[in-house]
């Protein structure tokens, strides 16, 4: 019979030796003491710790191959940050394989069972949209495999992580918008199960009362990180208020939503209403009038999560680590 | 000692019995003969035909799984794409898991090994733009893997494709300029190695001639696909020529690039030189002014690129199919 809750914790304990033991031992690493290997092999295969032999074989011959779970394949940053991810795992000789989870929790399950099956030796993950359980993570865990999560991270979930600064970047962009005479600041939120919606939205509202602006929550309203939801949301707003003079939108899509609406009515940006963004898309040089947004190091934040990532794989007893990149402004001419 | 120019072929002729036979037994399905399974997997193991067991084992156990090769993971056509045979893949209860070649062919060799390893059970493929040899295609080819090239295919590599009208779109868009009162016509083509580049190519030629133009060798450039080569190509053609009164790009990315150029020096878009593109992204609606461009299926053609991979699954025998989806014109506001 299977006794599928078995963990590695249980196997340490029951031995009396380290997790990381454990670990390098199932993952057939060199640096043990062969007695100790054995002992950890013969307990596992005696209490079928892992019951599905050919990909645990398969993953045991490392296969010089790591996982990644994005959200979307046609988010920008996912793109650029793939290749930070792969451009370090290639110079340490490992092949990177990409799942998308369509914002779909669902789907992520499936993909991580994806990426075990094709025996990846560690996972990368930017979660869904409505993610907001986390046992297929915790088994990642349990297994010993070396998880790093990026960008939408799980708040009380202990793990390896790298954003950026999201609350600092909020701050500075909604500061400078009152620097330059707004006064009436609409922001468009993401969706706010995210650490990252939240901390943009706290960088906001904390440099309004900064800036002796009352706060009004008609001027506050939740999208999706989607150039249509721009489109909505900023109909929603010029319908519901008047004489609002800047938005700062959650993501650079939002702001190129938000700028097609203000364009199509005729009202001037940055003169009338000035649009401000966060990422720093190639596309926010291009827009015209081009967009002023927060830079983000995207590139630098797939490679960090890479460089954690094998940090794990050599040394998996590594103390879970949080990395927070700065973010810088980009002014350009969509605001005053 | 491993015979590794051994094929599905070779078995078949030996033990006097198809193709589709040999694949079925080597993959382990149920609708073969038992006998004719075992004699197979007998000659097989004999003559080592699949020197790596634990990923013949890993396969032949059906791991509900499919693999893409795109060739950047910044080109928003690829994006859309993979949506499509993600979400058939999906229906049909498969995972999907991407790799990435970064353009470069030796990369594009260790992802079809990644992908061989995580066990897919077929592979859709759009080559990078150094690819010119077809070695590690044959190879999967050989192995019985289902097969489909997208987008940009080897010419002369007999398989499943899938592909758009590319002379069509190119010759249509450029009838279009013609039509308008354009005779100065540039064309910035992509990289002249790929089919897709010279079909285009000869699309441009072929208007031209209808047209009663003549062909200027100084008029036509070779890009890249990216905004940066539509930068550079348009300020070579600039400074090298004089009266161009219309540019049409291989693709809406370099269209973005020799936008950026013109409005840069002042030269008025489309009054004093019309840009057409060739994709239709996300993006070509929302640059001012608004890129006219040859409209693609692009999320059909990931779909059908799916549809043809699953058919194989179903029947390894089918013969190998050409899908050419037709293009139609978007005329935007960057055309005169």
Known sequence: MRKPNLTINDIAKALNISKSTVSRALRDTHDINPKTKLRVLEFAAKHDYHPDILAQSLRSRSTKTIGVIVPAYNIPFYSTAIGGIQDYAMKMGYNVIVCHSNEQYEIEIKNVEALLNAGVEGIIISVARDTEKNEHIKKLKNKGIPLVLFNRVIEDFKSAKVVVNDYYGAK?????????????????????????????????????????????????????????????????????????????????????????????????????????????????????????????????????????????????????????????????????
């Open 172 to 336: 500075n962009m909604v500061d400078y918008l009152i620097k330059t005479g707004c006064k009436k600041i609409a922001h468009i939120t993401g969706p706010n199960n995210l650490l990252l919606s939240n901390n943009r939205k706290e960088g906001y509202l904390d440099a309004l009362k900064d800036g002796g602006i009352e706060i009004n929550e008609e001027l506050i309203v939740e999208g999706d990180f989607t150039i249509q939801s721009g489109i909505r949301c900023t109909e929603k707003l010029l319908e519901d208020n008047e004489g609002i003079d800047a938005v700062f939108a959650v993501c650079d899509a939002v702001a190129f939503g938000t700028m097609k609406v203000l364009k199509k009515r005729g009202i001037r940006i940055p003169q009338d209403i000035s649009v401000a963004g966060f990422t720093n898309e190639p596309m926010a040089e291009l827009v015209e009038p081009s967009l002023t947004t927060v830079k983000q190091p995207i590139y630098e934040v797939g490679e960090t999560a890479s460089k954690l990532l094998f940090a794990q794989l050599k040394d998996p007893d590594l103390p879970a680590e949080l990395c927070v990149l700065e973010t810088t402004l980009e002014i350009r001419e969509s605001t005053k």
